[in-house]
């Protein structure tokens, strides 16, 4: 099991960069995957970024070219390093686990950080 934080939310005008935390409760260097996705009001929860234990990096179209997703193992964090925002990235981003043993994932969600951007 491991539980998550996430972190670094807020508000920010059009343009603007934020960067997005979250902390594991344990090492994430066996950690199979981290995601980060986003769920606006009245929308399904979409992904934006994953990264593997070995730094493979996937974006969604949306956010390529302006978000960056990376883990530092030492601190068991993982960011998501966001640039030239846009008012259609406001929503609640989320922070996911992937834990593969045999062959059953296990999936651990953080609670969630707001991020609203201003036009």
């Known amino acids: 099991q491991v539980q998550l934080v996430e972190s670094g939310g807020g508000l920010v005008q059009a343009g603007g960069s934020l960067i997005l935390s979250c902390a594991a409760s344990?090492?994430?260097?066996?950690?199979?995957?981290m995601d980060w996705y986003r769920q606006a009001p009245g929308n399904q929860r979409d992904l934006v970024a994953t990264?593997?234990?070995?730094?493979?990096?996937n974006y969604a179209d949306s956010v390529k070219g302006r978000f960056t997703i990376s883990r530092d193992n030492a601190k068991n964090t993982v960011y998501l390093k966001m640039n030239r925002l846009k008012p259609e990235d406001t929503a609640a981003y989320y922070c996911?686990?992937?834990?593969?043993?045999?062959?059953?994932?296990?999936?651990?969600w953080g609670q969630g950080t707001q991020v609203t951007v201003s036009s």
């Open positions: 996911k686990a992937v834990i593969v043993r045999a062959t059953i994932s296990y999936n651990y």
């Open positions: 344990r090492s994430i260097f066996s950690i199979n995957r």
């Open positions: 990264i593997t234990s070995c730094g493979s990096t």
